[in-house]
């Protein structure tokens, strides 16, 4: 989790860099290509952060201070919120996945490379 957040902060770095010496992100596709790539990378660094909780208590169970059955919530009927949380989240993802797709594909080809408007370079 700490090493996707350094490699998010290199990737701003980068871009202030790319700002202070080109006024222009727009033209390093390097740069472009790279933070498609490190798009899901908050989302990772999320769900890392959520694993590392989870599996940080389960060391007070294996060495027997709480028994897995005292670890569990203690609550019949979790099936029924469980599998509607689980087909609500893949509903949304699949919606999100769908805009993403439709909000790309609909970009005009006029505006794909547009130069900065602080840019020097000439068009």
């Keep these: 989790m700490v ?3 350094f490699i998010m902060m290199c990737f701003a770095l980068w871009g202030a860099w790319l700002v202070f010496k080109t006024r222009n992100v727009f033209q390093c596709k390097a740069f472009l ?11 990772i660094a999320t769900e890392m952060g959520w694993v590392a909780t989870e599996v940080g208590r389960q060391p007070w169970v294996v060495v027997g ?4 059955a005292e670890a569990v919530t203690p609550m019949p009927g979790l099936t029924v ?27 005009p080809k006029q505006f794909e490379m547009i130069p900065h408007p602080l840019s020097n370079k000439p068009v």
């Design 33 to 43: 290509k790279s933070m498609v790539l490190a798009s899901p990378l908050g989302f």
């Design 3 to 5: 090493f996707i957040g």
């Design 65 to 68: 201070y709480l028994k897995t």
């Design 81 to 107: 919120p469980l599998v509607f949380f689980g087909a609500l989240y893949v509903f949304l993802a699949c919606i999100v996945i769908w805009l993403m797709v439709r909000h790309i594909s609909a970009t």
